[in-house]
């Protein structure tokens, strides 16, 4: 899934790669990595998004391409609903920084900046809908 995280990898299609039940699969992966496998995939799409919008000029709908998504509304509502800001927010956000982290091995930065997936998306936007904590409050980044 790391390694081919724009593709699609539904539960049926990792089970029978590990050659368990659907059932097994999803409860094995959700206690070893403590979210459920599709969470953990929105994750590592985040992930590799807001190092592309970081760290090249790619246009945003080639990254929400290259990333797995197929459609640039859904790129840029999950993006939101989990960095709590839009894709190019965060590009300019990081352009205007200018910081250097060369030095420091990518999977440390990849951990860093980590979304924390623990809470289904639906769910915060529930919760933003309610009142409670918005999405750039509940994800606090070391």
Not at 3 to 27: C, I, K
Not at 114 to 130: F, G, I, M, S, Y
Request: net charge neutral.
């Amino acid at each position: 899934m790391d390694a081919a995280s724009h593709e699609e990898w539904p539960v049926p299609r990792l089970a029978r790669v590990s050659g368990v039940s659907e059932a097994h699969f999803a409860r094995s992966f959700k206690e070893a990595f403590g979210v459920p496998p599709h969470r953990y995939l929105l994750t590592r799409r985040i992930e590799r998004a807001k190092a592309l919008l970081r760290d090249t000029d790619l246009p945003i709908t080639e990254i929400a391409f290259q990333t797995g998504w197929n459609s640039l509304g859904t790129f840029g509502r999950t993006f939101r609903d989990v960095t709590g800001e839009s894709p190019g927010e965060l590009r300019a956000r990081e352009k205007a920084a200018g910081h250097q982290l060369e030095p420091v091995p990518a999977c440390f930065l990849s951990a860093a900046h980590r979304p924390d997936l623990k809470t289904a998306v639906l769910e915060k936007r529930r919760q933003d809908a309610d009142g409670s904590m918005s999405g750039s409050q509940q994800m606090e980044v070391p």
